[in-house]
């Protein structure tokens, strides 16, 4: 009889112990007028670093400047969902890229309908900085090539930058 009294007494304590422990977790939520603020940093306009535009650097290679080709073809883009060859060209030249030494396909098929996707380029410092944009190539690509053994860097029939 001892030996059942002592298994329930201890049974008992550790009940008590588990209600006493879980009390404190299951009471209703504090009254917000008595709890402590909570303080929370505010984001203020020094704390977010500013991205900053490329910089155009015609002394440096193709490679060093396809990130400004693409933040010009990106705006052109933003402004213009869509953006035809000359929409590409027009805004490359205004940012610096010498217009004599660029390359355009068509914008439009043989039929009148709107091409796929349009490539332009820029020749160089001796590479070619290629974009190709249009709703059949998965958006925008940019990207730096080597020149064809023709010197030019799009292949293909072009059409004639003469605006």
């Not at 704390?47 to 535009?53: E, L, N, Q, R, V």
């Not at 217009?99 to 009148?112: L, N, S």
Request: charged share 15%; proline share 8%.
């Amino acid at each position: 009889m001892t030996r059942r009294f002592r298994t329930s007494a201890a049974l008992a304590i550790v009940g008590v112990a588990i209600i006493v422990g879980t009390a404190g977790c299951s009471a209703g939520d504090p009254d917000p007028t008595s709890s402590p603020a909570t303080v929370r940093p505010t984001p203020t306009a020094s704390s977010a670093p500013t991205p900053t535009a490329p910089e155009f650097l015609p002394e440096l290679s193709a490679a060093e400047n396809l990130a400004f080709f693409d933040w010009v073809n990106g705006g052109v883009i933003a402004a213009n969902g869509a953006a035809a060859g000359r929409d590409f060209i027009d805004a490359l030249a205004a940012a610096g890229f010498d217009k004599t030494q660029m390359q355009v396909t068509a914008d439009t098929t043989t039929i009148g309908d709107a091409a796929d996707s349009m490539q332009f380029s820029v020749l160089f410092q001796g590479e070619c900085l290629v974009g190709q944009y249009g709703p059949k190539s998965g958006g925008y690509h940019g990207a730096v090539r080597p020149p064809l053994g023709t010197g030019a860097c799009l292949v293909g029939q072009t059409r004639p930058i003469d605006w």
